[in-house]
Every structure is written in C-alpha cells, then in structure tokens.
C-alpha cells in the first residue's frame, strides 16, 4: 500500500509559480511511475505530467508543456511539479498518483485507469 500526499497548492497571480510536491510512503516508491492529475470544477481528471520509475522519461500534456515541469526524487520518496508561467485556465486541484507499472507506454501513462494510488489533491489557484 503506498499513501501520497500533496502539498503546495495556493493562489498565485497569472504568469507567477508554484511548486508541488508529493511525498509517497512505502519502501517501493522507486519502482512506481508517477503522475500528475488536475480536475477543474465541472471538468473530467485530465492528466497535466508523468514521470517512469527511473526519472528518464518524462511526459507532459500538450497545455502545460515548456511551462510545467515534473521530477522525482527517489532517496526522498517525492515527487515534485515546477508550475511557471500560471494561467487562469490552470486553476485546478492536482492530483498526485502512483502505479506499479514503473515503465509504461506514453498513451497509458496518461490515462487516469492506470494509476492504483491517489493523493488526497491540492487546490491551485490563478487570478487574472
């Protein structure tokens, strides 16, 4: 069983930052694949980032490429998400998700169905 929680969420003004993160418990953490989620009011979970297992590969959904970026750090058991550049449109609460599947293919890793493990979500923010 692993357990994520998020952290870092807040307001932010349009073109400002935030950072992040997600800190997983269980000794596997490393093997995991992780992602990043957003679900905005009245919209489906879209996915925003993933990363595999090694942190060699990493995937972005078309909106937020050049502006976020996602890491991890495996000795800390965390996964982090750089957010530059915020628009409005951005206002979401993310979500952070594990899957055993430490190396996927880049059309699974973006569905939702994958990931066994869900953080509780943090609230992102950005006035215009």
């Known amino acids: 069983q692993v357990q994520l929680v998020e952290s870092g969420g807040g307001l932010v003004q349009a073109g400002g930052s935030l950072r992040l993160s997600c800190a997983a418990s269980?000794?596997?953490?490393?093997?995991?694949?992780m992602g990043w989620f957003r679900q905005a009011p009245g919209k489906e979970r879209e996915f925003v980032a993933a990363?595999?297992?090694?942190?060699?590969?990493?995937y972005y959904a078309a909106s937020v490429k050049g502006r976020f970026t996602i890491s991890r750090d495996n000795a800390k058991n965390t996964v982090y998400l750089q957010m530059n550049s915020l628009k409005p449109e951005d206002t979401a609460v993310y979500y952070c998700?594990?899957?055993?599947?430490?190396?996927?293919?880049?059309?699974?890793?973006?569905?939702?169905?994958?990931?066994?493990?869900w953080g509780q979500g943090t609230q992102v923010t950005v006035s215009s």
């Open positions: 990363i595999l297992w090694s942190g060699s590969n990493t």
């Open positions: 269980g000794r596997t953490f490393s093997s995991y694949a």
């Open positions: 998700a594990a899957s055993r599947f430490g190396a996927m293919s880049v059309m699974d890793i973006q569905k939702a169905n994958e990931y066994d493990y």
